[in-house]
């Protein structure tokens, strides 16, 4: 049997887990940026403080890249107070986690802890190996040119070490000194350089890049616009079309084919409900490809499954994160009909076009959940920021009730999947104690969550958490090192 103090380290762990899932120090519904901020401030310094191992370790789950790079920063702030194994186990850590993060965030680190003044060793000895593996560096120098000098000077690197890039000698002249010279052998240097001349050369080059030529060279927008697409990242080609839309102009066509599914959801629930009338069969279709590409193996395996989704006022979310909540709980509506054999949907609304859908009226969860387990489902995923109001509090007892006098073997699983960090409680809001939940920022992290899910539900303890921990650790240091080049 785990100890008090045991149970209680899991109890954080888990607290801790959930915030960095969800949250990015933004404003949600019901608070502020600036206590997001505070409550997620005061988590990190709290585990760093208490739980070091079990903190690095965090980096192995599925916590989102706002918190990701937080904790890497964290660890490298505070390299003096870890012994040497744990330095070695948090330099694979961070080395397999910058791999998995987008290239300007790492940037971004890497200029936080330049301004932050630290510079030990270990950093930049991360920083040096994370900028050899990158695959091209010249693209890098174009794209993230600032955020790449600054990681150069930091690291105390010569740009035309061997090891370090393909574009040799010429990365440092192009850094610091870009006109210096009259060519470069590096295509795409060359073509950067002809950029200020030929407008031609600027479709040449990535998307952020070429823009500030296109103005240069008072090239029309929509023009420019039409070239460039085949240099456009999905994400770009989504928020230009975006802001054409606000603009009531038009824009090349977002290629829907690829795409990650939540962010697709949110693409979705961005659009006029006449346009997603007019393009029901499209949308359908990128959405259930999306949900099947996630499902994959497990497509058809979780048998019965119920969910409630919420699609009430407070999904709209915030200025800063628009309709997340809502575009979560669509993502999972069709991954969850892709990963059941019999699945049924009832969101709060009473709504059941879920294309259609938009934040309205109260949160009814109780009546819901009544709903949901009147299907006799062997699997219930509730998925709600867990602001239970028509009326309160009734989904808790719903829930106390079927657990405790209708089904005590636990027959159906029960999981409440939270998008919503809730600053004031330093953790997402739970709707019963008898009943998991789990913090989710994208819906093809759910499969993952409805596992951890087990470890909330006070059934497991400290050793089977951390042994969970270390086995994602282990897979994602394998994964990493089959991935590097020979």
């Not at 009814?364 to 998925?383: C, N, Q």
């Amino acid at each position: 049997m785990d100890s008090y103090g045991d149970v209680v380290a899991a109890e954080d762990v888990l607290l801790f887990v959930n915030a960095a899932i969800t949250s990015t120090g933004q404003r949600e519904f019901h608070t502020d940026a600036g206590e997001q901020r505070l409550s997620l401030d005061f988590l990190h310094a709290y585990m760093l403080g208490n739980y070091r191992d079990l903190y690095a370790g965090i980096l192995a789950l599925d916590i989102n890249d706002h918190n990701a790079a937080l904790v890497i920063r964290r660890l490298l702030e505070t390299t003096g107070e870890a012994t040497a194994d744990q330095r070695r186990s948090e330099g694979r850590l961070i080395a397999c986690r910058l791999a998995t993060l987008p290239p300007q965030r790492v940037y971004r680190l890497f200029g936080a802890l330049g301004r932050a003044g630290v510079n030990n060793r270990r950093t930049r000895a991360i920083m040096r190996d994370w900028l050899s593996a990158r695959p091209d560096l010249a693209f890098d120098a174009v794209k993230y040119r600032s955020g790449l000098k600054r990681a150069l000077r930091h690291a105390h690197l010569a740009p035309g070490r061997a090891h370090l890039t393909p574009a040799g000698e010429e990365l440092g002249a192009f850094l610091f000194a870009p006109l210096s010279r009259p060519r470069y052998t590096t295509p795409l240097f060359e073509t950067w350089r002809r950029a200020h001349y030929e407008k031609a050369a600027l479709y040449e080059l990535p998307y952020t890049a070429a823009e500030g030529f296109a103005a240069k060279h008072g090239i029309a927008r929509d023009v420019f616009l039409e070239r460039i697409a085949p240099r456009m990242t999905r994400l770009e080609t989504l928020r230009v079309q975006e802001a054409a839309r606000r603009r009531g102009t038009t824009a090349v066509p977002a290629d829907l084919t690829r795409m990650p599914l939540t962010r697709l959801a949110t693409y979705v629930l961005s659009l006029p409900v006449e346009d997603r009338l007019r393009r029901r069969t499209e949308l359908t279709h990128a959405l259930e490809s999306a949900a099947d590409r996630v499902a994959g193996a497990h497509r058809g395996s979780w048998g019965k499954v119920t969910a409630v989704l919420d699609d009430s006022f407070s999904a709209s979310g915030s200025g800063q994160k628009r309709r997340r909540p809502l575009a979560v709980a669509l993502a999972c509506h069709y991954l969850l009909a892709a990963l059941a054999s019999d699945y049924t949907a009832l969101w709060t609304s009473g709504r059941t076009d879920a294309l259609l859908g938009h934040p309205y009226g109260p949160t009814p969860l109780g009546r819901r959940v009544l709903d949901a387990l009147g299907t006799s489902p062997s699997r219930l995923l509730i998925v709600s920021d867990g602001w239970d109001n028509a009326p309160p509090g009734l989904a808790a007892e719903v829930l106390r009730v079927w657990r405790v006098r209708l089904d005590p073997r636990r027959g159906t699983s029960i999981v409440h999947l939270n998008p919503v960090y809730d600053a004031a409680d330093f953790d997402v809001r739970r709707l019963s104690p008898s009943v998991p939940t789990a913090g989710i920022r994208d819906a093809e992290d759910l499969p993952a969550l409805v596992e951890v899910a087990q470890f909330a539900e006070g059934r497991t303890g400290l050793a089977e958490l951390t042994a969970y921990m270390y086995a994602r650790a282990a897979r994602m240091l394998s994964e990493h090192h089959r991935e590097q080049p020979r």
